[in-house]
């Protein structure tokens, strides 16, 4: 269900402060592994550019012949494509915090999200491993996905280097890259993430505290203007 809250142009309200990360690292560096992880302890919305460009293949979309050759290539959609189908699952989802993983994949996709939505990432998550590991991870992954063979991993990290690598170096050059070793196992790299995304957490939970502080101070203030003018009607009063 579309959140009302949006305005028909798909926007998000001004006043709304939405949060993106933006997951990236070479094929097979374990961004989906650990964004399962970070959604079930940090309340963020998971959105794989890769897992909803697949699904707009299944569902028959016009699109779908061209998506389903650009993937078994390892080329990268148009980001128009991509980033409606981002878009689309954003206000869907009714959260506010999202992991954009696997996107955006080269400067077209960085600058045409940027133009569109106007959203900048709280940061960019980034996997560093070696394409050896990669490699090996990606040919034992057994998910039937078309692209996980030898002849298009080799092209996906191609891509990866030539296209990907220049988004990540933009944001450091910001300070936005919280940069992983994804060479260990699995629950020690989510160690790493999650001293990511604690500051996060203390940070909404502060914000929450002021709001309330806020709140109370407001009703304190309503209640002595509600007695000030009492006094002011009784002394009026006995003035008769
Ligand atoms: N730290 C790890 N150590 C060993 N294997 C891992 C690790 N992280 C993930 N894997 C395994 O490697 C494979 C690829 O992981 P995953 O699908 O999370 O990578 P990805 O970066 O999302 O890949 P892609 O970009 O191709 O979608 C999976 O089979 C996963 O179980
Ligand atoms: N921004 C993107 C993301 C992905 N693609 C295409 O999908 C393939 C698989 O992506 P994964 O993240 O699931 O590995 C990728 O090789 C691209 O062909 C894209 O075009 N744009």
Not at 29 to 53: M, P, W, Y
Not at 145 to 162: A, G, L
Not at 213 to 221: D, E, H, K, S, Y
């Amino acid at each position: 269900m579309v959140d009302s809250s949006k305005d028909v142009n798909g926007n998000f309200p001004g006043d709304k402060k939405i949060i993106v990360v933006f997951v990236l690292g070479g094929p097979g560096s374990g961004k989906g592994t650990q964004c399962t992880r970070i959604v079930e302890n940090f309340g963020f919305t998971h959105l794989s550019a890769g897992d909803l460009l697949r699904a707009e293949i299944k569902s028959g979309s016009e699109n779908g012949t061209m998506i389903s050759n650009m993937i078994k290539e390892g080329k990268i959609v148009p980001s128009e494509v991509t980033i409606n189908l981002l878009q689309k699952a954003m206000l869907e989802s009714g959260n506010d915090k999202f992991l954009i993983d696997g996107f955006p994949r080269n400067e077209e996709n960085r600058a045409a999200f940027e133009n569109v939505t106007k959203i900048e990432p709280e940061f960019v998550l980034f996997f560093d491993c070696p394409e050896e590991e990669m490699e090996q991870r990606l040919l034992s992954r057994n998910q039937g996905r078309d692209d996980d063979n030898i002849q298009t991993i080799r092209k996906r990290f191609r891509v990866f280097v030539e296209s990907s690598l220049p988004v990540v170096e933009y944001y450091d050059m910001k300070g936005k890259v919280q940069k992983v070793d994804a060479l260990k196992p699995i629950d020690e790299v989510f160690e790493s993430v999650k001293a990511i995304f604690a500051p996060l957490n203390r940070a909404a939970s502060d914000d929450n505290k002021l709001h309330y502080i806020q709140g109370i101070l407001f009703v304190r203030a309503a209640e002595a203007r509600f007695e000030c003018s009492r006094i002011s009607l009784i002394r009026w009063m006995i003035s008769f």
